[in-house]
């Protein structure tokens, strides 16, 4: 399937994104049912169809203008979008090999890559970047691995460590981050970052999901979806930001939600790295407006407005759109006659 990649989009300032009818197509609709509960959703990551679950990492006709928000956000703010604990170090590497035999295995006309030994040549056509290094020497690269790596990949990655039957924050880079702080989670166990989300603890899927990752084998990686709604087409949504974004909750109406509110889809698929035994944990972010889904896919939206008003409270409140859900709902009504129908799901 060819991808027409747009060259000039912007996720700030003039907010000139939007998605074209093909890519809206392609997306991984989070909402199985009418009514939402959190869940762990995990299943094996296999290629599906021709759409977001296709290839192993998904990318679109956003790449080039994500990366290119991911620099600008990582220049202007040194420090607090990349973090890595220095004994992470192999664990950076296995997730650069991971992603550079990903890429050119499932996009050859885009990346490439040849190894002699020690000696690595990739080529990023899309970025014009055409580099010589040698793995596992920091030295001949012009950022850690996994910096320079995830420059050049969409979503955010964030490496898991292994200790005493508990995965830990090790490493990550996040600049489409949904209101949280990547520097204050470096560190943090499964369940102390988990702990905020309403009755996981209780219900007993934290123990649960925890339990099936730490037996996650090499080779079989497995996905999710979550999801969560914002205001704007905004990457960058982090604590640290917060001044930035959060005044744009308070002019959200019924009139106009439907352009200004965007469905915020999370595809997180999760692989075990070789050597250093770590975890990656990607967050492939996708937005979407509620105007785009309607006119794309009014099943979709009749769906949406079901979910989102029958989603408790505490869900509402944790995942952030409180001062704008009825807004919403009140747009989304207009696309539900009531009716059941069958709601396809996009692959």
Excluded at 95 to 103: F, N, P, T
Excluded at 264 to 272: A, F, G, K, S, V
Excluded at 292 to 306: L, S
Aim: hydrophobic share 40%; with cysteine; charged share 25%.
């Amino acid at each position: 399937m060819t991808i027409h990649f747009k060259q000039h989009e912007t996720f700030r300032d003039d907010y000139s994104f939007a998605n074209s009818p093909e890519c809206v197509a392609r997306l991984p609709f989070p909402f199985p049912d009418d009514e939402y509960m959190y869940s762990m959703n995990l299943e094996p990551h296999v290629p599906v169809g021709d759409g977001a679950l296709r290839a192993a990492f998904d990318i679109d006709e956003h790449y080039i203008t994500e990366c290119r928000d991911r620099a600008i956000t990582l220049e202007r703010d040194p420090g607090m979008h990349y973090v890595a604990a220095p004994h992470m170090m192999e664990a950076q590497w296995d997730l650069l090999e991971l992603i550079m035999e990903s890429y050119a295995r499932d996009y050859p006309e885009h990346f490439s890559l040849t190894r002699d030994g020690a000696r690595w040549h990739w080529v990023n056509r899309l970025l014009g970047i055409d580099d010589t290094f040698t793995f596992g020497d920091t030295s001949t690269l012009p950022y850690e691995p996994m910096e320079y790596i995830t420059r050049q990949a969409q979503g955010d990655w964030i490496l898991q460590e292994e200790r005493d039957a508990m995965l830990y924050w090790g490493a990550g880079i996040a600049t489409q981050r949904a209101d949280y702080s990547l520097r204050f989670n470096l560190g943090m166990s499964w369940n102390e970052f988990h702990g905020p989300v309403p009755l996981v603890k209780e219900i007993g899927m934290l123990d649960r999901a925890l339990k099936f990752l730490l037996r996650l084998r090499v080779g079989h990686p497995v996905r999710r979806l979550n999801w969560s709604l914002t205001v704007n087409p905004r990457l960058e949504v982090s604590a640290e930001s917060l001044p930035e974004w959060a005044p744009d909750r308070t002019i959200v109406t019924p009139e106009n939600a439907g352009r200004l509110v965007y469905l915020r889809i999370e595809l997180q698929p999760l692989h075990r790295l070789p050597r250093s035994n770590a975890i990656v944990f990607p967050v492939r972010t996708y937005l979407v407006s509620l105007e785009e889904i309607a006119n794309n896919n009014p099943a979709w939206a009749k769906r949406m407005h079901r979910v989102l008003k029958t989603l408790k409270q505490d869900l509402v409140d944790y995942k952030g759109f409180t001062r704008y859900r009825d807004a919403a709902v009140a747009w989304l009504s207009q696309f539900d006659d009531g009716r059941d129908e069958e709601v396809a799901k996009a692959e």
